[in-house]
C-alpha cells in the first residue's frame, strides 16, 4: 500500500513539475493568445459596416452592382467575419460571400477563409502590404491577387488577372464602399 502511495506521489510531482515547466516555457515566447489578439489589431480599420457600389467583368459582360461589406470582430477578438452582399439593379446576387479572418504566426499573415453563393470555397493567405492588404490565388490559367486599401473612411478593392506569370496584370473587379457605421 506505501509503495502505490509513493508511486502515486511521485507521478503526480512529476507531472506538475512538467506542467510548470511547459508554463515557463509559454511564458518565455509570450502569450500565444495575446500575441494573436495583437496581429488581430493590425486589422481594426476594416471592422464596421461599408457600402458602396463596383463592378466585375467576366470575359465581354461587365455586371455593375451596389451593396454592402460587415466585418465583425469575434471570438474575443482573435477573428474577424467578413460578410459582403451585393446585387445588380434588378437585384440579383452579383457577390455574396462570408469569409473569416484569423492570425497565422508563423507565417506572419492571415488565415483567410471564405466560402461564395456559388458554391466555391477557399482558403488564403491575406498579407499586409503598406497601407493596405493582399490576397490572392493560383489557378491552371494564370493568377488572381485583390488588393484592399481603406483611406480615411473609403474601401477601394482592386481584382487584377495575370495570365503571364505575373508580368502583365488586366483589372477584372473593383469595389469602392464608404463606412457607414
Known amino acids: 500500500m506505501m509503495k502505490n502511495i509513493l508511486f502515486v ?3 503526480m510531482a512529476l507531472s506538475v513539475s512538467f506542467a510548470l515547466a511547459q508554463e515557463k516555457k509559454n511564458m518565455e515566447k509570450g502569450n500565444p493568445i495575446e500575441t494573436k489578439r495583437a496581429e488581430m489589431k493590425k486589422l481594426d480599420r476594416l471592422v464596421g459596416q461599408w457600402q458602396g457600389t463596383g463592378w466585375i467583368q467576366q470575359g465581354k459582360n461587365r ?20 460578410e459582403g452582399n451585393f446585387k445588380d439593379k434588378d437585384g440579383k446576387v452579383i457577390h455574396e460571400t462570408i469569409a473569416v479572418l484569423s ?11 471564405a466560402y461564395l453563393a456559388s458554391g466555391n ?10 497601407d493596405g492588404w493582399q490576397w490572392g490565388f493560383q489557378f491552371p490559367n494564370g493568377t ?12 477601394l478593392e482592386t481584382g487584377e488577372i ?20
Open 144 to 155: 488572381i491577387r485583390y488588393d484592399i486599401k481603406i483611406n480615411n473612411d473609403t474601401w
Open 9 to 11: 506521489f511521485v507521478c
Open 63 to 82: 455586371e455593375t452592382f451596389a451593396g454592402t461589406e460587415t466585418v465583425q470582430r469575434k471570438i474575443d477578438g482573435l477573428a474577424l467575419l467578413v
Open 103 to 113: 492570425p497565422n504566426l508563423q507565417k506572419k499573415s492571415y488565415d483567410f477563409q
Open 121 to 130: 470555397a477557399g482558403g488564403y493567405e491575406f498579407k499586409a502590404l503598406g
Open 162 to 181: 495575370s495570365q503571364d506569370s505575373g508580368k502583365t496584370w488586366m483589372k477584372f473587379f473593383e469595389m469602392q464602399l464608404k463606412k457607414v457605421k
